[in-house]
């Protein structure tokens, strides 16, 4: 019923950038907080940034002043600015949304999408 599509990832030197995207698509009720994740090798998944529907962010302090997140809610879309990258960044980045939608009934789900690799070496 829901679909979350990310793009944008790829290779980068230390102290790139990159724009990485994701879009909600299917049928929905609404589109509550979106965010962005990430898991490097060895380990554990940890929150990158987050955003409600009215725009207000939350970031990790290890990417603040570096990222930006930000939605275009017309279009169903969760953007991450990644400047100044360095190799820690590398890791596969998860876009996760809160979603309303209804089968009958409204429900409340939290939705993954596939991830895109971002690697920063030189």
């Known amino acids: 019923q829901v679909q979350l599509v990310e793009s944008g990832g790829g290779l980068v030197l230390p102290g790139g950038s990159l724009r990485l995207s994701c879009v909600a698509s299917?049928?929905?009720?609404?589109?509550?907080?979106m965010g962005w994740y990430r898991q490097a090798p060895g380990k554990e998944r940890e929150l990158v940034a987050r955003?409600?529907?009215?725009?207000?962010?939350k970031y990790a302090d290890s990417v603040k002043g570096r990222f930006t997140i930000s939605r275009d809610n017309a279009r169903d879309t969760v953007y991450l600015q990644m400047n100044s990258l360095n190799p820690e960044d590398t890791a596969v980045y998860y876009c996760?949304?809160?979603?309303?939608?209804?089968?009958?009934?409204?429900?409340?789900?939290?939705?993954w999408g596939q991830g895109t690799q971002v690697t920063v070496s030189s």
């Open positions: 299917g049928s929905f009720w609404r589109v509550n907080d």
């Open positions: 996760s949304a809160e979603i309303a939608s209804r089968v009958g009934v409204l429900s409340v789900n939290d939705y």
């Open positions: 955003i409600t529907p009215g725009g207000t962010p």
